[in-house]
């Protein structure tokens, strides 16, 4: 009687599939998926051709954050939503809530969050958050899009009654439940935490975002499409309830694993390393399931909407895998902030959840009478999908791996990034057939003859399954066991996320507010209103998706930028910008490392200072030229410069006092006894020590050196005259009219020019420095015949006028060099051909104390003080450092 | 100390399902009962989206 009861409300319920929702959200998908793979072309485009259309386009991290959003809430978003109009209806026996709730659903989660929150982020309204990328407005919409959805699809559930749900049902209300619940965590707490420990709440957010919100969806399709297309039952329920409950308990439990070796307590760490773990055991245990389930389905299921599916249980098992190995911390150490880890999110996103979306809609689709079903498009979309995504996963890991070493073992930055070039390309390339994978899926549904799809239902699976006989011990009703079990886990399972939230959000919180009052200077150091509005404009150009803002506990970090981020230097920070992603270097201790007018000719045009550089340029903060920043230019820069500034006021005093706060905290005892607070090898020091450079420097390789390095400042031939010349102050020197001894070279090469743009260059070996100051010693074209007579007069006119700067012996030590911000030329070191000497004494050097002297000496006098200028240069061992 | 409580909180929750499988047959088919009764739904489903289907091209 129950079961004929059972029968007539599933009968009833597959008249009220409401089909028209399944095809609105479909199409939606599938739309909004084409965007949002385009936002992802553009982007890879311009990490080999930064300047790609870059006049029409809205910015790279603007891209970037639209891209992201759009997979994850545009395509999945309605691609789980098209697939759960089908599904409920089946897995409940009871029809979805209402059709005008549905309407109120597809509107805002189009028109009130997609559209409008793409709008917001290219037009630079964003929250620069992993996965939290819409600003706060929109997540009010997501928020209102997710209780519509629990109005929607819960109460069918509710009405049955859940203790005898199948697995795909459970994990549809997992799934709604949960992210409901994770959603506000991860999008508002860190607007009112502050640094590591509002970054705690955006790891848990993270990894929510995929393991409470995508994955629970995605397998609600695997055990949905599996056994409805084979026509067999899933090999084992009481493995699929294990796995569901286990990833229910662990998965918000790992994500803290994506801030490894960050300030946020080791205790917090530890637990999302292990419950990573655990976590690939469970995901395991699903695979094994899943795989079993669609025996004799073969390899390549024929059926469409299962070889998708099949293919996604396969990118489910690798995904999972590797996310438990990233979260080993000798692999992390070694892979994380590089491509490993966006191969990583593309397999997770464009694979395993894209590939269960597809074969979700494609399922639904196929059973609609009237819609239109193109079997050989999709069956194009497959091959191509397929062969992409794998092709750019495989490439992104083994760049990950490579840019992982580069770092680690202090190879110079820009090596990472000509390193990466040939993967990036080859990434773009591999988004080729991805797109056109997605194109032929978007035609497979909108041509072919209609109805075709429900043709081609396998009727003879479909035969198996009716000769299948329920078990006789399965109609009986659940025992008050079994029920009261399923009560529990449920209960556990809201504990488990309780405990994530308290054991990885709010007890790390505490600990570090505890840390930072412990080992902070007194007075907090606000930013002032420009830098305070440099920081909007960094997170709406999406800055920290390449340049982190955290120096990690690793010797790697230690050596390449310093003293390790202390929970104390980002308590200001609401939201932080630690990052996950390290395509330029760390900012963490930017604050004094560059000159302002290096800054604005890298923002200006990025190539014209470092040519190898990827950094998008931001011309529009600039009035036509880097010379004239608009207000919002110098904002930026003096954001930027105010970067580790707090930390660089408290040394050393401020860290003798934390010292004896941290007592036996050995992490934080790691930052403070740090060899260097900014190890930045590009910052400059007063001339100082450097250590001597070999004589027989290989010129070729300094020539290679002087292109990729210094050309875009000092011109390939050395003139002074390169892309960005004309835009610092003091102008680069024209290196063929002056000799340079070696020690001197090897002084600027290790120190820079303290004051001026001309970085250090430490992260050169000491072949490579030695090579390049070969090079430089042979652009010299310089005849320095000396004219013993001028010199001579020109001794007394020397004395009178510049030793005081320059010093009495030309060593650019005289009583007054100390006030100045650029140390005086040590004539020991550098001779400039006599013209340019008597040009720089006529002119002065526009940017630096020196004046033009023609209104104190006479054309004599100026002529005599050059020669016996030129008296002072020592080539052989000159230039050593008073 | 918190990640022993994760493991053996989830060892404990898991080696309690799995004890409860194994020493219960009636629990073990009333476990695996949702999946039959799932098959049937699609069942009816797709046989009635089928005739759906051929009455759709009988009167086109």
């Not at chain 1, 599938?30 to 809205?58: K, R």
């Not at chain 1, 209102?144 to 509710?158: D, H, T, V, Y």
């Not at chain 1, 990894?207 to 919100?213: I, W």
């Not at chain 1, 899933?234 to 796995?243: A, E, N, V, W």
């Amino acid at each position: 009687m129950n079961q004929a009861v059972n029968q007539s409300s599933m009968r009833a319920s597959c008249g009220e599939v409401d089909t028209f929702l399944v095809r609105a959200h479909g199409y939606a998908a599938f739309a909004m998926l084409l965007a949002s793979v385009t936002f992802g072309i553009l982007v890879s485009l311009q990490f080999i051709f930064p300047d790609f259309m870059a006049d029409w386009l809205p910015g790279w991290g603007r891209m970037r954050y639209a891209h992201t959003q759009g997979i994850m809430f545009g395509w999945l978003g309605n691609a789980f939503l098209a697939f759960m109009y089908h599904a409920v209806p089946v897995l409940s026996g009871r029809p979805v809530t209402s059709r005008k709730i549905g309407l109120w659903l597809f509107g805002v989660w189009n028109f009130a969050v997609m559209i409008p929150g793409w709008t917001l982020v290219l037009s630079g309204f964003s929250q620069p958050l992993e996965w939290a990328e819409f600003p706060p407005i929109v997540d009010a919409f997501v928020i209102l899009g997710l209780l519509l959805a629990a109005a929607q699809f819960l109460p069918p559930f509710i009405r049955r009654g859940i203790t005898d749900l199948y697995v795909s049902g459970w994990y549809l209300v997992g799934g709604l439940v949960f992210t409901l619940l994770s959603y506000p965590m991860g999008n508002f707490a860190p607007e009112v935490v502050p640094g590591a420990a509002g970054a705690a709440f955006s790891g848990l957010w993270i990894h929510d975002a995929v393991g409470l919100f995508v994955t629970p969806m995605a397998l609600a399709i695997l055990y949905y499409v599996i056994p409805a297309t084979t026509g067999r039952p899933i090999f084992s329920h009481f493995l699929s309830m294990l796995g569901f409950w286990g990833l229910f308990f662990l998965y918000p439990l790992n994500g803290t694993h994506h801030y490894i070796f960050s300030v946020i307590p080791m205790e917090a760490q530890m637990t999302a390393i292990i419950a990573s773990f655990l976590l690939g055991v469970v995901v395991i245990i699903v695979v094994t399931n899943l795989m079993l389930s669609q025996r004799g389905a073969g390899l390549i299921p024929r059926d469409i909407g299962l070889r998708f599916v099949s293919m996604a249980v396969l990118f489910y098992l690798v995904v999972s895998i590797q996310g438990s190995l990233q979260a080993n911390m000798s692999l992390n150490q070694t892979v994380h902030f590089t491509d490993w880890v966006i191969g990583h999110s593309h397999l997770a996103m464009l694979g395993f959840a894209t590939f269960a979306g597809i074969g979700g809609i494609l399922h639904a689709w196929q059973r609609m009478p009237d819609a239109r079903y193109n079997a050989r498009a999709f069956e194009w979309a497959y091959g191509l999908l397929t062969v992409g995504i794998w092709l750019m996963v495989i490439d992104l890991t083994i760049a990950g791996i490579v840019q992982g070493q580069l770092w680690a073992d202090g190879s110079p930055w820009l090596e990472s990034l000509q390193a990466s070039r040939p993967y990036w390309v080859m990434r773009s390339l591999s988004a080729i057939p991805v797109a056109a994978g997605f194109i032929a899926l978007f035609v497979g549904l909108v041509t072919g003859p209609r109805g075709a799809g429900v043709v081609q239902i396998n009727a003879e699976q479909q035969e198996q399954a009716a000769a299948q006989l329920l078990p006789e011990a399965a109609h009986a009703a659940p025992s008050r066991g079994l029920k009261m079990s399923y009560v529990v886990a449920s209960v556990a399972g809201v504990v488990f996320f309780v405990l994530s939230v308290s054991l990885l959000g709010l007890l790390p919180r505490q600990m570090l507010e505890e840390q930072s009052v412990a080992m902070a200077p007194g007075a907090p150091l606000p930013y002032t209103p420009a830098e305070a509005r440099g920081r909007e404009i960094y997170a709406r150009e999406g800055c920290s998706y390449c340049h982190s803002q955290q120096i990690r506990y690793t010797e790697a970090d230690l050596e390449r930028f310093g003293a390790p981020t202390l929970a104390w230097e980002g308590r200001l920070e609401y939201p932080h910008m630690l990052g996950t992603r390290r395509i330029g270097p760390d900012l963490s201790r930017a604050g004094g490392t560059r000159s302002a007018d290096w800054h604005y000719a890298h923002l200006f045009a990025p190539r014209a200072v470092v040519p190898q550089s990827i950094m998008p340029g931001y011309p529009q903060l600039f009035d036509g030229t880097a010379t004239r920043p608009r207000q919002e230019a110098r904002d930026l820069v003096a954001y930027i410069d105010s970067l580790g500034r707090a930390r660089e006021l408290a040394y050393p005093e401020g860290d003798i006092a934390a010292r004896a706060a941290a007592g036996d905290d050995d992490w934080a005892q790691m930052s403070l006894n740090a060899p260097q607070l900014n190890a930045h090898p590009g910052r400059t020091r007063p001339r100082g020590e450097a250590p001597a450079l070999a004589a027989n420097g290989d010129v070729a390789q300094g020539t290679a050196l002087w292109l990729e390095n210094c050309a875009g400042c000092h011109g390939d031939l050395g003139q002074g005259d390169g892309p960005a010349a004309t835009w610092l102050e003091p102008m680069p020197k024209n290196l063929s009219i002056r000799e340079y001894s070696r020690t001197m070279l090897a002084d600027i090469l290790w120190n820079g020019v303290h004051g001026s743009a001309m970085p250090a260059w430490r992260d050169l070996d000491d072949g490579q420095r030695a090579a390049l100051a070969a090079s430089v010693q042979n652009l010299a074209r310089v005849d320095n015949t000396a004219n013993a007579a001028q010199a001579a007069l020109g001794a007394a006119v020397y004395a009178r006028h510049c030793a005081e700067c320059h010093g009495d012996n030309g060593a650019g030590n005289g009583f007054a060099a100390a006030q100045l911000p650029i140390a005086p030329t040590d004539f020991r070191g550098v001779r400039a051909s006599l013209d340019e000497r008597v040009r720089i004494l006529r002119n002065g050097v526009a940017g630096t104390s020196m004046a033009p002297w023609t209104d104190r000496l006479d054309d004599n006098e100026i002529t005599a003080v050059a020669h016996y200028i030129g008296t002072f240069f020592q080539p052989d061992n000159g230039g050593a450092r008073p | 100390m918190i990640a022993d409580i994760v493991v053996w909180g989830s060892l404990i929750c898991a080696a309690l399902y799995c004890g409860a499988w194994l020493l219960s047959p009636r629990l073990r088919e009333q476990i695996e009962q949702p999946k039959h009764q799932f098959q049937q739904q699609v069942q009816h489903f797709d046989t009635a989206r089928r005739e759906a289907g051929q009455q759709e091209r009988s009167q086109s």
